[in-house]
């Protein structure tokens, strides 16, 4: 399985698709990058609220205080939109993550408005709950 890139080449490797059918398929193949979620992790307490899709995400606080984050999803382009989202908040603490606003990489990436409404919800709801879980932690 291929490493995620970061923020910088994930830029990059967006904008180089010449359209929005080779930028879904990139978002596809960066979802199935994520290492697989354990199924004890498929739980009530890691599904997150305001997704149209089914997505888990398990946030731990390594021993550095950097956040890790493990997720899934029954929608493909939905994993690959939790990769994305991995890849922004990728070696922060929780504080880092509080401060860290993904809006501004969204419009680089024209992201939100080729998203469904649903899409774009689910895509807030994702990080509403990444950043009260970050607060939880601080």
């Not at 910088?8 to 199935?32: H, M, S, V």
């Not at 739980?43 to 089914?54: M, R, V, Y």
């Not at 649903?118 to 509403?128: P, Y």
């Amino acid at each position: 399985m291929a490493a995620l890139p970061d923020k910088d080449k994930l830029l990059r490797n967006f904008t180089r698709c010449a359209n929005w059918e080779e930028k879904y398929l990139y978002i596809i193949e960066l979802g199935q990058r994520l290492p697989p979620l354990n199924n004890e992790a498929h739980t009530p307490d890691n599904l997150i609220q305001g997704c149209q899709s089914q997505v888990w995400i398990v946030m731990t606080r390594n021993a550095e205080g950097r956040i890790e984050l493990q997720g899934d999803s029954d929608a493909a382009i939905v994993k690959g939109l939790i990769a994305v989202v991995f890849i922004l908040y990728d070696q922060m603490t929780a504080q880092d993550i509080i401060a860290f606003d993904v809006r501004p990489w969204f419009e680089q990436m024209a992201l939100t408005q080729h998203l469904t409404p649903s899409r774009s919800q689910g895509l807030e709801a994702m990080i509403r709950a990444i950043r009260a879980q970050a607060l939880s932690f601080s």
